[in-house]
C-alpha cells in the first residue's frame, strides 16, 4: 500500500507556471510508474502526464506537450509535475496516481486502469 500527498496547485494568470509535487509513503520499493491527471467541472478525469519510477521514461497528454514537465526524486520518494504557459483550460484539480503494475507498452500508464492508489488532489486555477 502506498500513501499520495500533492502539493503546488495554486492561482496564476494565463502563461503562469506552477509546480506540482507528490510525496510518496509506504510501499514504494515497487512501484512501477507515477501519473498526473486533472478533472475540471463536469468532465471526466483525464492523463495528463505519467513517468516509470525505474528507468524514468515519460509519457504526455498531446494538449500539455511542450509546456508540462514530470520528474521523479526516487530517493526521496517524489513526483513533481511543471507546468509552464499555463492556460485556462488547464483549470482543473489535478491529482497523482501510483502504479505497481508492469509493462512495456508506452501507452499503459496513459489510461487510469493501472493505477491503484491516488492522492487527495490540488485545484490549479489559470485564469484569462
Known amino acids: 500500500q502506498v500513501q499520495l500527498v500533492e502539493s503546488g496547485g495554486g492561482l496564476v494568470q494565463a502563461g503562469g507556471s506552477l509546480r506540482l509535487s507528490c510525496a510518496a509513503s509506504?510501499?514504494?520499493?515497487?512501484?512501477?510508474?507515477m501519473g498526473w491527471f486533472r478533472q475540471a467541472p463536469g468532465k471526466e478525469r483525464e492523463f495528463v502526464a505519467a513517468?516509470?519510477?525505474?528507468?524514468?521514461?515519460?509519457y504526455y497528454a498531446d494538449s500539455v506537450k511542450g509546456r508540462f514537465t514530470t520528474s521523479r526524486d526516487n530517493a526521496r520518494n517524489s513526483v513533481f509535475l511543471q507546468m509552464n504557459n499555463l492556460k485556462p483550460e488547464d483549470t482543473a484539480v489535478y491529482y497523482c496516481a501510483a502504479s505497481f503494475k508492469y509493462s512495456a507498452d508506452t501507452d499503459y500508464y496513459t489510461s487510469i486502469r493501472p493505477y491503484g492508489y491516488w492522492g487527495q488532489g490540488t485545484q490549479v486555477t489559470a485564469s484569462s
Open positions: 513517468i516509470r519510477w525505474s528507468g524514468g521514461g515519460t
Open positions: 509506504g510501499r514504494t520499493f515497487s512501484l512501477a510508474a
